[in-house]
């Protein structure tokens, strides 16, 4: 896939029975096919009305073709878009009859991301940017929309390009200095290099903060609904969704499965999912019901302990701090747990929203202390509050942000007076920057190339 210069084809648009469905062609050079495909020159880049024939010299489709030239085009190479009526037996006979007369240049079938790696291999665009394409395809709330776009226009790149100039500087600073090291300590203090890579690790810093935003925003927070049978996880659900998702009934043992339902709390995508409760049974089906809870809180973002303070039955204190120590063991690293009260309506006298020990109190029933509990869980995942120029981030650049992050602070170390090492110093500079330039898609090695375009959808 990542040598091939043959022209590539494929359905640009979502499958299934559409106004108009977009059948995407990109390769070296197009004029000729395009010239087979409608016996016509077609004028670049303007809306070409024409009509595709099969072999027989009968119409399948009237269309619209737009030539793009090279380089001047999404690609960076010929780019043919046929806008056909949007039918899937049509597109179908469409792309057939391509293939057929594409034939003699090689025409295939594009693999999953193939367009967006020759727009990247083609310098049309980074593999932030790349990255970004499939983001604002698959974003799952407006403010994720927003943040897709922001990185499309360049503006996480732009950030780690302009951190990536200002290590440059510093390392051309002191690798000019690195042939004369009596002078190491001195220019140290001259070029105020200390203070130059302080302000390179606050910005990184700032960075890292927007970017973990940015993954918030990509793909949303895994919120398990944990707890004994019977204490309205169900209930909870139901409530956050606002509708009917998951079958409630006073009968401890309701829920057998996970039950998953996304919603979006102020503009973040969270994906909720409520568990079997959790208690020693010897029923079979349940049984293998809990063991999918303790799966779900091994991959949660956040868990939400629920308890019910109203009944008898569960609210021996020991059996809650038994089954907390457990949940507490299950959790990834990291995640937070969050005790919450339900049924506080059952409750004789009047609660504040939250107890000494900052649990919250609730009720799925009516609805109180919903909103406190949205809020909270914001504040527990991370969530800053503002969307305000945030772009959306992956995994993969917070572990490159990371990395570049711990190489900073090597590099402090070797700066730092009685351990002054510029070779070192500049070393840690370069790998620090190493993988900076992996976000963007400089000195990134093929194979991860390979595996990153191979993520997205075909027809990208
Ligand atoms: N009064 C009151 N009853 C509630 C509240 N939340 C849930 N219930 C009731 O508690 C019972 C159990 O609710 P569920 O939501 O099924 O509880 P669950 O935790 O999902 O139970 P399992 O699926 O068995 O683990 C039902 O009868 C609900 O109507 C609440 O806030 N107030
Ligand atoms: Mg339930």
């Keep these: 896939m990542m040598t091939r210069k043959l022209p590539i084809i494929a359905l640009a648009t979502a499958p299934g029975k559409a106004g108009i469905g977009v059948i995407r062609i990109s390769g070296p050079q197009l004029l000729p096919m395009a010239k087979a495909l409608f016996n016509k020159a077609l004028t670049p880049r303007q809306a070409n009305l024409l009509t595709l024939r099969d072999a027989q010299g009968e119409s399948i489709d009237q269309l619209l073709a737009i030539y793009f030239a090279a380089p001047a085009s999404f690609t960076g190479e010929d780019v043919l ?23 003699d240049q090689g025409l295939v079938i594009a693999e999953p991301g193939e367009f967006s790696l ?16 499939a983001d604002l395809i698959d974003a799952q709330s407006a403010a994720a929309v927003r943040g897709a776009a922001r990185s499309l226009q360049g503006a996480f790149s732009n950030d780690i390009n302009s951190l990536i100039e200002e290590i440059t500087q510093l390392r051309i600073l002191v ?21 130059r890579l302080s302000a390179v690790m606050r910005k990184l810093s700032a960075l ?13 927070i895994q919120l398990v609904l944990a707890g004994a049978p019977n204490v309205g996880k169900s209930s909870l659900l139901n409530r956050l969704a606002g509708e009917e998702v998951a079958i409630v009934t006073p009968i401890a043992g309701t829920t057998r499965d996970r039950v998953k339902e996304s919603i979006t709390i102020s503009g973040v995508p969270m994906h909720i999912i409520d568990t079997a409760g959790l208690r020693a049974t010897s029923d079979l089906v349940e049984a293998k019901g809990i063991e999918r809870s303790w799966e779900a809180i091994g991959a949660a973002d956040l868990v939400i302990f629920l308890q019910d303070p109203s009944s008898s039955e569960t609210t021996a204190a020991t059996e809650i701090l038994e089954l907390k120590s457990q949940i507490l063991k299950a959790l990834p690293p990291k995640c937070p747990v969050l005790e919450v009260n339900n049924k506080s ?33 914001l504040e527990l995942v991370g969530w800053g509050g503002s969307q305000d120029g945030v772009i959306v981030a992956r995994r993969r650049h917070l572990d490159c942000l990371d990395r570049a992050a711990k190489h900073l602070d090597q590099s402090q170390q070797f ?31 093929d194979d991860l190339l390979g595996k990153i375009f191979s993520q997205f959808c075909i027809g990208k």
Excluded: W
């Design 175 to 195: 690798e000019s200095t690195l042939d004369f090291p009596e002078e190491e300590i001195e220019f140290l203090e001259n070029a105020q290099a200390r203070e």
């Design 345 to 377: 309506d059952l409750l004789g006298n009047p609660i504040s929203a939250q107890d000494e020990n900052q649990t919250l109190f609730i009720s799925a029933k009516t609805g109180q202390g919903i909103e406190a509990l949205k809020q909270k869980i």
């Design 208 to 220: 890292r903060e927007g970017a973990k935003q940015g993954k918030i925003l990509r793909d949303g």
């Design 81 to 103: 878009e046929l806008q056909c009526h949007g039918g899937p037996q049509l597109l179908e006979l469409v792309m057939k009859r391509c293939l057929e007369l594409g034939k």
């Design 415 to 445: 700066a730092a007076n009685g351990n002054i090492s510029l070779e070192l110093f500049a070393e840690e500079l370069r790998l620090a920057q190493d993988q900076l330039g992996q976000i963007t898609g400089k000195l990134l090695p």
């Design 118 to 133: 020759r727009a990247y291999l083609n310098n049309k665009i980074d593999l932030a940017q790349a990255e970004a394409i």
